[in-house]
């Protein structure tokens, strides 16, 4: 069975203060790992997909990285608006297309 | 841009009532889900479709039926809503090409069942 663990589950970050956030993860075959950022209330909102260990993908002030055990989300500089779940999902060569999630971190960013 | 539209952003219900919950993307996606979302438990899959009138069960079937009559359109059916399933229900689609596995959600409905 594939499991997904991000930690922490809550971060509080200063304006500027850089950090990241963690996906642990086991599945039989990896066939991708997904981010997404959630507002309160609101859908999921597709951030990156990586496929292979070694991959890098940024957007603004996030970069996605993967290994074989883990990805991490880094955010450099985060400003308040940054402020979400962070929501880490992989899917399976044995079973395509479905993901299995993990519960999220909530970050929040102050002044 | 992927649009996934889901009928109602709240909704109250009583308990046995029929609740339908309905989906619509416009990209011409393969796959289609519905999830539930709770505090400390995540997603959770309920069921998804690969092709019209295909439905395959996930993780959490129990008490949901779904229909899937065009490829465009999606739909949640609770037979007879009970306090337990109050919930975010979310609905995503993905593609058999290009990014592959990469699924867009809508903007989800907060179903409360009294």
């Known amino acids: 069975e594939d499991q997904v663990t991000q930690s922490p589950e809550a971060l509080r970050l200063q304006e500027g203060e850089s950090s990241s956030l963690n996906c642990s993860y086991t599945v039989s075959g990896l066939r991708g790992l997904f981010w997404y950022r959630q507002d309160p209330g609101k859908g999921p909102e597709f951030l990156f997909t990586?496929?292979?260990a070694g991959e890098e993908k940024e957007k603004e002030r996030l970069k996605a990285t993967l290994t074989k055990k883990e990805s991490f989300l880094h955010i450099t500089a985060p400003k308040p608006e940054d402020s979400a779940t962070y929501l880490c999902?992989?899917?399976?060569?044995?079973?395509?297309?479905?993901?299995?999630f993990g519960t999220g971190t909530r970050l929040q960013v102050t002044l | 841009d992927v649009k996934v539209t889901q009928s109602s952003r709240y909704l109250v219900k009583r308990t046995g009532e029929k609740v339908f919950l309905e989906c619509v993307q416009d990209?011409?996606?393969?796959?289609m889900f519905w999830y539930r979302q709770d505090p400390g438990l995540g997603l959770r899959l309920i069921y998804f479709?690969?092709?019209?009138?295909?439905?395959e069960k996930g993780d959490i079937p129990e008490g949901y039926s779904v229909s899937r009559e065009k490829k465009e359109r999606f739909s949640l059916i609770l037979e007879s809503a009970s306090t337990n399933q109050t919930s975010m229900y979310l609905c995503?689609?993905?593609?058999?090409?290009?990014?592959?596995?990469?699924?867009?959600f809508g903007p989800g409905t907060r179903l409360t069942v009294l």
């Open positions: 479709s690969y092709d019209v009138k295909m439905k």
């Open positions: 999902a992989v899917s399976n060569t044995g079973t395509a297309s479905k993901l299995t």
């Open positions: 990586l496929y292979s």
């Open positions: 990209m011409d996606h393969e796959n």
């Open positions: 995503a689609s993905s593609s058999v090409a290009g990014a592959l596995d990469t699924q867009y």
